[in-house]
Each structure stands twice: as structure tokens, then as C-alpha cells.
């Protein structure tokens, strides 16, 4: 039985595993897909101090290679549920049954659906959620990003330098986005902002070819990036942590969670703001706070 397992090798994980494993706690940290979790996807972070730009990758490889270092097991399997007993809290994974005295919940976020006609069918297809991934197969082509946040915005800059035309989508005037990343996609002479419109159909034949709108308008289209917000990543979890009306677990200042030795951090926590800076920080109150006895 080791002492800390982790749901979850994002920056809020890896730091929770850092800071418990310099505590000399014995730790595990579980991850389903690679590690570094949606930090991964972001090409280009300014807001992580020490770095004037750095991409996601290079970042959360650095946080891999530092807590491995320090003697934590990242554990490639998908957590399926949990089993909570007085003594220990274990983990199903689809082979195997973990067992530690305390648990980091750091299983973020994942995409938020559009959940119009044609999102799941084209998938793949020319529907993407991530444009540091699929952005390269629409050189010199033309490309809706639909949202009005940060992701969204950042998507736009780096399409930007790859399709020959982007349209931002977004259902309001107003975004979300900061506004040092909005004045950067208004001085870019191949983006054209679609405002006040809701997606009502993604279509074509054998791959996207159009986008409608509910105005009735639409646009002809090689690709649709949906970058709409995320929401909580916790299929798995069985057990009964209180949550905010929106699905994310309330923590205390020590990251504690309603459950007694289950603890949270990161995007999956009901804290507004939602960078890697602030779940590198919730990692490192979790992994302190579930050091302690
Ligand atoms: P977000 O900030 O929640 O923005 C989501 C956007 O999608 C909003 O503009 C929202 O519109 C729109 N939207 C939501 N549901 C929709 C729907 N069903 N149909 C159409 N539009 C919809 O999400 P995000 O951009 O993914 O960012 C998540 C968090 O990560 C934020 O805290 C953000 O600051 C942070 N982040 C930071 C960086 C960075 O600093 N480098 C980069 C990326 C993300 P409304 O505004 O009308 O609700």
C-alpha cells in the first residue's frame, strides 16, 4: 500500500506528487493518456513566470522528469472507480486494484460538446478540438474556431500562421479571452470574427465542407475548431464528494475535500480561475496537505 495516489498527471498532479514525494511520502500518480495533461495541448504559455513563452509540452516534461526524479510512479491505466474504506482508499483500474491511505483527485477537465448536428459524425473529419494537433492538415485552408475564450483566441493565432483564412465563431459581442491575446487576433489581416451566431449544423459529404448558423447564414468551411470550455473530468468517481452546482469538487484552503483523506486540486477544484500556475499551486497545498499525518 503506498501512501498518496493521484488521479491524474497533469500539473496539478505532478506538483501534488512532487511536493508529497519531498515530504517522503511513497507515491503514485495514474494517468490514462500521456502525462501533462490539457497543459499539453497549448502552444504557446506567457503567463507561467520564469518562461517569456513556452509550449505546454516542454513545460509539463519538465514537471514528468523532476517528480519521476524524485521517486514518484507514474502508472499508464485508466482509473474506473474508487473504493473508499476506513483504513485506505483504493483504485480500480481495468486490471489492477491500487490501495494508499490518501487520495489527490487531479483529473481536470475535458472538452466541452457543441452538441450540434454533425459534431460527433465529422469527428476526425474536420471537427477538432485541438488545433496544436490537427491544425497542420488545413494548410492554406479555410477554418472556423468557434468560442470566446482564451483557447479559443490562442487557436486563432496559431491557426493563423498555417490555414489561409479563420473564422472566429462565437455566440456573444463580448469574450472571455484576456485582452492582450484579443488585440493580437484583431491585427490579423486573415480572421474575420463571426459574432452573435449559435452553430446549428456541421456538414459535407465524407469530411466537413460547411457550417450553419442559427441566423439562417453560413459559411463554407475545410475545418471547425471547437475550443467551447471544459467540464469536469470524473467519470470514475463513485464516491460522494461535495460538489458545485456546475460538477466541481469544493475544497478547503488545504485542498480537503468533504471526504475524509480525499483531496483535489487543479481544474477539477470549484476555483475560478483555471491556469497552470494556479494548479501547480493547489497541487502543491494538496501534496503538502496529504503528507501530514
Ligand atoms: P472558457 O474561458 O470557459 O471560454 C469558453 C467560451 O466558449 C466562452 O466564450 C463561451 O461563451 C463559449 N461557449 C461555452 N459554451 C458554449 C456553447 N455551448 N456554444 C457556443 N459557445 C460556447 O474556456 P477556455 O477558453 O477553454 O479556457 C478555460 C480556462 O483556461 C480559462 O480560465 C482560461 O483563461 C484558461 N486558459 C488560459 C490560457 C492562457 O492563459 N495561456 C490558455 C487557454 C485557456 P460565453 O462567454 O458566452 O459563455
Do not use: W
Not at 459534431?119 to 496544436?132: D, I, L, N, W
Not at 473564422?167 to 479571452?177: K, M, N, P, Q, T
Not at 453560413?218 to 471547425?224: F, K, N, S, T
Request: with cysteine; net charge neutral; charged share 30%.
Amino acid at each position: 500500500m503506498d501512501d498518496i495516489i493521484i488521479v491524474g498527471a497533469g500539473p496539478a498532479g505532478l506538483t501534488a506528487g512532487l511536493f508529497a514525494r519531498r515530504a517522503g511520502c511513497s507515491v503514485k500518480i495514474f494517468e490514462r493518456l500521456a502525462p501533462g495533461g490539457q497543459a499539453v495541448l497549448s502552444h504557446d504559455i506567457a503567463n507561467y513566470p520564469g518562461f517569456l513563452s513556452i509550449d505546454g509540452f516542454s513545460l509539463t516534461e519538465k514537471m514528468v522528469e523532476q517528480v519521476k526524479n524524485l521517486g514518484a510512479e507514474i502508472v499508464n491505466e485508466e482509473i474506473v472507480s474508487i473504493k473508499k474504506e476506513k483504513e485506505k482508499i483504493c483504485v480500480v483500474t481495468k486490471d489492477n486494484e491500487y490501495c494508499a491511505k490518501k487520495l489527490i483527485i487531479a483529473s481536470g477537465a475535458k472538452e466541452r460538446l457543441l452538441n450540434c448536428t454533425g459534431e460527433k459524425e465529422f469527428t476526425g473529419r474536420g471537427v477538432s478540438y485541438c488545433a496544436s494537433c490537427d491544425g497542420f492538415f488545413f494548410k492554406d485552408k479555410t477554418v472556423a474556431v468557434i468560442g470566446g475564450g482564451n483557447t479559443a483566441f490562442e487557436d486563432v493565432l496559431y491557426l493563423s500562421k498555417i490555414a489561409k483564412k479563420i473564422y472566429l465563431v462565437h455566440r456573444r459581442e463580448g469574450f472571455r479571452a484576456d485582452n492582450i491575446v484579443i488585440e493580437k487576433v484583431k491585427k490579423l489581416k486573415n480572421v474575420t470574427f463571426v459574432l452573435n451566431e449559435c452553430t446549428k449544423e456541421i456538414k459535407g459529404k465524407d469530411k466537413v465542407e460547411r457550417i450553419d448558423f442559427c441566423s439562417g447564414l453560413g459559411l463554407d468551411v475545410d475545418a471547425v475548431f471547437i475550443a467551447i470550455g471544459r467540464i469536469p473530468d470524473l467519470d470514475f468517481l463513485n464516491i460522494d464528494v461535495k460538489k458545485s452546482q456546475s460538477g466541481y469538487i469544493i475544497v478547503d484552503k488545504d485542498m480537503q475535500t468533504s471526504v475524509e483523506n480525499v483531496y483535489a486540486c487543479g481544474d477539477i477544484t470549484d476555483h475560478r480561475l483555471k491556469q497552470i500556475i494556479t494548479a501547480c499551486a493547489e497541487g502543491a497545498i494538496a501534496g503538502d496537505s496529504a503528507s501530514k499525518d
